[in-house]
């Protein structure tokens, strides 16, 4: 079974704060995701990674920045938190589409639930 | 753009009721729709997947059917549990989109009164 882990399921930080938020898959998937989820929004994708040292934006890329050094892990940064990035944060991992797409679903990890005050 | 839409937002049946989630999206260009399962504070699971040149996919007492022409898809849950209480989202996957990206509803708050 795919596995994908993220380092804190709760985290207070205080504004001005610089956040680090830790994703690892253990299924040697090339495509990471980040992910945020807010009520009535649904699920918003911040920044994805479809290899190691190589990111794209998502549709909220602002405040945030990624970094992926290895192939299983893609960490999401807040330089500088602010209230409004109080959030639940997803971690998603595939595997590149080869061939047919259709099949293709992403894994998803916990959830690490932020708060900045 | 490709927008997906749920509603309701929150649903509550009693205990054994057979019940009907709905999904719209605006745009017919995707490979697939999945539907996952989200219990409260956790991640993603996935449910169904549903390949763009199929019209259902079943797993127990869960269907889901898919209409691409109208841009609809809904999710049948047959006798109904109390474990069924979570939050269901309906996800399409677009085409000329890359890296596997998924475009997600905002998700029906399902809750099952025992």
């Known amino acids: 079974d795919v596995k994908v882990t993220q380092s804190s399921r709760y985290l207070v930080k205080r504004t001005g704060e610089k956040v680090f938020l830790e994703c690892v898959q253990d299924m040697d998937h090339e495509n990471m995701f980040w992910y945020r989820q807010d009520p009535g929004l649904g699920l918003r994708l911040i920044y994805f990674s479809y290899d190691v040292k190589m990111k794209e934006k998502g549709d909220i890329p602002e405040g945030y920045s990624v970094s992926r050094e290895k192939k299983e892990r893609f960490s999401l940064i807040l330089e500088s938190a602010s209230t409004n990035q109080t959030s639940m944060y997803l971690c998603?991992?595939?595997?590149?589409?080869?061939?047919?797409?259709?099949?293709?679903?992403?894994?998803f990890g916990p959830g690490t639930r932020l708060t900045v005050l | 753009k490709q927008e997906v839409t749920q509603i309701p937002a929150a649903l509550s049946v009693p205990e054994g009721e057979n019940l009907v989630l709905n999904c719209s999206f605006t745009?017919?260009?995707?490979?697939?729709l999945q539907w996952f399962r989200q219990d409260p504070g956790k991640g993603l699971t996935s449910l169904l997947l549903i390949q763009s040149s199929q019209r259902e996919q079943t797993s127990g007492r869960l269907n889901a059917s898919l209409d691409k022409s109208s841009g609809r898809s809904t999710l049948y849950i047959a006798a109904s549990q109390p474990g069924d209480s979570a939050t269901y989202l309906c996800a399409v996957s677009p085409m000329y989109s890359s890296a596997s990206k998924i475009i997600f509803g905002s998700g029906t708050r399902l809750s099952i009164r025992p």
């Open positions: 998603a991992s595939s595997l590149p589409s080869v061939g047919d797409p259709s099949t293709d679903t992403q894994y």
């Open positions: 745009d017919s260009a995707i490979y697939n």
